[in-house]
């Protein structure tokens, strides 16, 4: 089955910047579509970014839009988010998802639409 293992996580000051990564296992990464999801304390997990297997279709969440980036870089089997501006609102557990059965080009922002998850890695924004 697909691994997933985030890193990147910490502590950062409002107004800094984090970049997670998210190393998954297999041959075949080039073909998931992947995505971005964070729990906050006493929060519902909620959407941050997805970018398709295609790479060249993205989507954020209004609150990170301008902010974030997510992309991957194939060759290493890695998706990155990287987060600017960050602010004390966007502490959370963050969670990397594949989904390995994607269509060409599609984007995906309901966590049940995808089939593997990482631990999580925590950020955490101080003012």
């Known amino acids: 089955q697909v691994q997933l293992v985030e890193s990147g996580g910490g502590l950062a000051q409002a107004g800094g910047s984090l970049r997670l990564s998210c190393a998954t296992s297999g041959r075949t990464f080039r073909t998931y579509a992947m995505g971005w999801f964070r729990q906050a304390p006493g929060a519902d997990r909620e959407f941050v970014a997805a970018?398709?297997?295609?790479?060249?279709?993205?989507y954020y969440a209004d609150s990170v839009k301008g902010r974030f980036t997510i992309y991957r870089d194939n060759a290493k089997n890695t998706v990155y988010l990287q987060m600017n501006s960050l602010k004390p609102e966007d502490t959370a557990v963050y969670y990397c998802?594949?989904?390995?059965?994607?269509?060409?080009?599609?984007?995906?922002?309901?966590?049940?639409?995808?089939?593997?998850w990482g631990q999580g890695t925590q950020v955490t924004v101080s003012s």
């Open positions: 970018i398709a297997n295609s790479r060249d279709y993205l």
């Open positions: 998802a594949a989904e390995s059965a994607s269509s060409y080009g599609l984007v995906y922002m309901r966590d049940y639409e995808y089939d593997y």
